[in-house]
């Protein structure tokens, strides 16, 4: 604001002193604006308490990974909640990141076409519930801009009246099927995890595209469900031919198989639903689910689930984006405390994907369970429980849930190739696999 206050100084004329300080007040919005560093590894993150019920998936479906194809009449559906009771002026912007999801050095005028910050526009206010709320949705691409680049992006929300606050990130992929990929998933090749793990074998065609070292140059990204935590990277080809890479192993590309996801349903306060032992009515209602019980030891019983996603809805009413409210969910696992030391987290979509502090559960000796609750939009949801031992960052089901090869698992594959003359890492490659009815 120094050249608008040395502007006034000079007593311009009234008129373009209000147009300059709309125009700086306008700039110092564009050039504050959240602004990720080169190399940073970005991940889903929620920084405001406020946001809640946050959703970045496929428009058609809210049980699949956000990707879209390149230059495609697909879209990607954002929605989520703030427990406010104004609505704000929240804007978002893209940043492009590598294969690792560290930010890439293209600038967003390298990678999009348009605006490169815009306003959410759609949002409307919650009725007739206890807790107040604004549910805001945003379709993209859209209008206001289109991806020219393929990659893995970031969405970044934020309030540019509040300093350019951030509320949260959110990843996604967009991609050009260039490659021709194939892959299977079958059981474990070695003795030790034949009945417990799922191994995927990969083969990548290039056929008019070409590659320099595709050890150096090609990046692999295997993902079960939507778990971003146990993701296999950076395979290198156990085979090079002319045009194809084989990926063919019998440990590196194996994943613990898992068990089906737990459920529970609070379409409604009114009834008692699947899973829910006892409703408390107060200011904010209170939900206690039926204890659970560790399954490693049981022989393994399909049932059909959503993947650890969850979809808001209700049953007494229409609209579940404004008229389903939030109640505290209350879990417990009966079991007696672990020997080893580490946390037991609960694991989904209602955790965002993540092994935050929210979804610790804490032993409870008076009951003898492991307990915590989570305040949560009504709806279906699917969950699971992970143990982390202390001083690790590979989470387990194998303590609770065990491990199956039966377990209907969805696997994706996605193929990066980095090109020299953009400076960036390419997606031109997905397959999406299932273990589902194989076994």
């Known amino acids: 604001m120094y050249f608008y206050k040395k502007l006034t100084a000079l007593k311009v004329n009234v008129h373009l002193k209000i147009f300059l300080f709309f125009l700086l007040s306008y700039f110092q919005v564009v050039v504050a604006q959240p602004i990720w560093n080169y190399g940073a590894l970005l991940k889903d993150s929620i920084f405001s308490e406020d946001a809640r019920s946050v959703l970045l998936t496929p428009s058609e479906s809210l049980l699949e990974l956000p990707l879209i194809p390149l230059n495609s009449t697909q879209f990607l559906r954002l929605q989520f909640d703030e427990l406010e009771l104004n609505a704000k002026d929240f804007m978002y912007s893209f940043t492009h990141c590598n294969a690792n999801w560290t930010v890439s050095d293209l600038h967003s005028s390298e990678f999009m076409s348009g605006f490169a ?43 540019p009246d509040n300093n350019n606050k951030i509320l949260f990130t959110k990843r996604f992929m967009v991609y050009d099927p260039s490659l021709l990929v194939g892959a299977k998933v079958q059981q474990a090749t070695l003795a030790q995890g034949r009945y417990t793990d799922h191994e995927i074998d990969i083969t990548v065609n290039f056929t008019n595209i070409d590659y320099v070292n595709p050890v150096r140059d090609v990046h692999l990204a295997i993902y079960q469900g939507h778990r971003w935590d146990n993701a296999i990277t950076d395979l290198v080809p156990s085979f090079v031919e002319r045009k194809k890479l084989v990926y063919d192993f019998e440990e590196e590309s194996s994943f613990e198989a898992g068990n089906e996801y737990r459920f529970f349903d609070t379409k409604s306060v009114r009834f008692y639903t699947e899973r829910v032992q006892k409703i408390i009515y107060d200011s904010t209602d209170v939900v206690l689910l039926y204890p659970d019980y560790p ?62 502090d929210n979804a610790v559960l804490d032993y409870n000796t008076d009951v003898e369970c492991y307990e915590t609750s989570l305040y949560l939009k009504q709806g279906y949801y699917n969950y699971s429980y992970l143990f982390v031992p202390e001083g690790s960052q590979l989470p387990s089901s194998r303590q609770i849930d065990g491990n199956y090869f039966q377990t209907g698992q969805d696997y994706t594959i996605l193929v990066y190739l980095y090109d020299y003359n953009l400076g960036y890492d390419r997606l031109l490659g997905l397959k999406r696999v299932s273990s589902r009815g194989m076994f």
């Open 117 to 159: 910050d815009n306003y959410i526009y759609d949002y409307d206010f919650s009725f007739t519930t206890k807790q107040s709320y604004v549910h805001y949705e945003l379709f993209f691409p859209n209008n206001d801009f289109i991806f020219t680049k393929t990659g893995n992006y970031i969405i970044t929300v934020y309030d």
């Open 295 to 356: 399954r490693g030891n049981e022989a393994y019983s399909f049932y059909d689930d959503i993947e650890g996603y969850y979809v808001p809805n209700i049953l007494e009413k229409n609209n579940a984006n404004i008229e389903a409210d939030y109640v505290w969910v209350n879990f417990c696992l009966k079991q007696k405390p672990f020997v080893d030391a580490g946390s037991l987290y609960l694991y989904g979509g209602l955790t965002d994907w993540q092994f935050n």
